[in-house]
């Protein structure tokens, strides 16, 4: 069975300043990982996705994640915080079944300061 | 493209009414549609995978006559609370499977039921 931990429920940051938002995953196989965004009352949007192939992903709005398999990570990061960036992260893994059905991590709240 | 609908975005009813719950990809087929469990400040719980023409199959603990799901078309999903009560008030999220050139999942905006 596959399984991710966000490690924070919450993150604060100011506006400017880098996000670094952390997930670690356990899997028994070569794993797909995903980063969504969720604001408030509405559907989740892919951040971006790693698949097996480069470990550094680039997603969407300036975000990025890089696959760690030593570290059983995907942390995502953010250079520069804007306050549109405000919203829940949720961090997600694959499975390879032919459902492939995803499970969510529990989540992670980042707030924006000015 | 790959955009997928839910009507109604939000819906509150009376205990022991029933609600159904419409989930639609507008600009793709999926046979497989996936539907979920939010409550408040928490993460997505997978209720049921729904796929065309056959019946859903429902996750640990998800009480299948309570929940029913209706894949009747590549593009049509229905999830219906049956004799909702309080307790069922949550929000609920749907995806549809998309398999042609990429494999991903993309998620409807939710639906909001309350139960009084």
């Known amino acids: 069975a596959q399984s991710v931990t966000q490690l924070d429920s919450h993150v604060s940051v100011s506006e400017g300043t880098p996000v670094l938002l952390r997930c670690n995953y356990s899997?028994?196989?070569?794993?797909?990982l995903f980063w969504y965004v969720q604001h408030p009352n509405k559907g989740l949007q892919l951040l971006l996705k790693?698949?097996?192939?480069?470990?550094l992903v680039k997603g969407i709005n300036g975000f990025e994640a890089e696959f760690k398999k030593s570290e059983t990570s995907f942390h995502l990061t953010k250079p520069s915080a804007h306050m549109s960036d405000a919203a829940e992260y949720f961090c997600?893994?694959?499975?390879?079944?032919?459902?492939?059905?995803?499970?969510f991590g529990s989540g992670t709240q980042l707030t924006v300061l000015p | 493209g790959a955009v997928v609908s839910q009507h109604p975005s939000r819906v509150i009813c009376k205990s022991g009414t029933s609600v159904k719950i419409e989930c639609r990809s507008l600009?793709?087929?999926?046979?497989?549609m996936f539907w979920y469990r939010q409550f408040p400040k928490q993460s997505l719980m997978l209720m049921a995978t729904s796929n065309e023409g056959s019946k859903a199959t429902y996750e640990q603990g998800v009480e299948k006559d309570k929940f029913l799901i209706n894949h009747a078309s590549l593009t049509l999903s229905t999830l219906t609370v049956t004799s909702a009560h309080p307790e069922d008030s949550s929000f609920y999220i749907c995806?549809?499977?998309?398999?042609?050139?990429?494999?991903?999942?993309?998620f409807g905006p939710g639906t909001r039921l309350t139960v009084l």
């Open positions: 790693y698949t097996s192939a480069a470990t």
């Open positions: 997600v893994v694959r499975d390879s079944g032919s459902a492939r059905q995803l499970t």
């Open positions: 600009d793709f087929q999926a046979t497989t």
């Open positions: 899997s028994s196989y070569s794993p797909s």
């Open positions: 995806s549809a499977r998309l398999t042609t050139v990429i494999d991903e999942q993309f």
